[in-house]
């Protein structure tokens, strides 16, 4: 438990001798004074364009824990870099019926946006997604698709480096 004293100094001193209240939080309490650390400097800087693809089961949108391991990385990023952005792309080519390919190349991209917007808490302004269909289809690989690339472009940051790769 901590004893707190108020000296009071009063009596026949003159006014230069008068001191007024002193309050103390302990006996041997020394009053030590810093100085406030320097305020951070905003810099900005330019982070490059990263890109991912994430795959899905044929006629899924279902998004896999491996896969999920492959958004984080630009999850972070956007986190780290509230001034960046992040643009879905999903395919499909699952169907002759491009209604039903529309669909389902939404549905995987916004399956992504969901998962970098509730799990990593990024605004919704900030994730742009797309339904491609089945345009642009991969000459090898799998259609079952959605590419996310968060474009290079320049950021305000607190850091003098960019040593993580525009993570």
């Known amino acids: 438990m901590m004893l707190s004293a108020v000296l009071f ?11 007024p209240a002193v309050t103390t939080s302990a006996p041997s309490a020394e009053v030590q004074t810093t100085e406030p650390p320097p ?3 905003v810099i900005l800087t330019e982070i490059p364009e990263v890109r991912e693809t994430v795959y899905f089961d044929p006629g899924s949108f279902e998004l896999s ?5 492959k958004i984080d990385p630009i999850a972070v990023r956007l986190r780290r870099h509230p001034d960046s952005n992040v643009i879905v792309i999903g395919h499909s080519s699952e169907s002759d019926n491009e ?3 529309m669909a389902l190349s939404y549905e995987r991209a916004f399956s ?6 509730s799990v990593y808490g ?19 690989g799998s259609n079952s698709r959605v590419e996310l ?15 993580d790769k525009g993570f």
């Open 112 to 117: 992504v946006a969901i998962y970098i917007a």
């Open 65 to 69: 824990q491996q896969e999920q391991l």
């Open 99 to 101: 209604e039903d390919n």
């Open 149 to 163: 690339i968060s474009p290079e472009t320049v950021v305000r940051t607190l850091e003098t480096s960019t040593d």
């Open 122 to 140: 990024i605004e919704e302004e900030r994730i742009q997604v797309v339904a491609q269909g089945q345009g642009d289809p991969v000459t090898s």
């Open 39 to 41: 305020a951070p400097k």
């Open 9 to 19: 100094f009063s009596g026949c001193a003159t006014q230069e001798e008068k001191t």
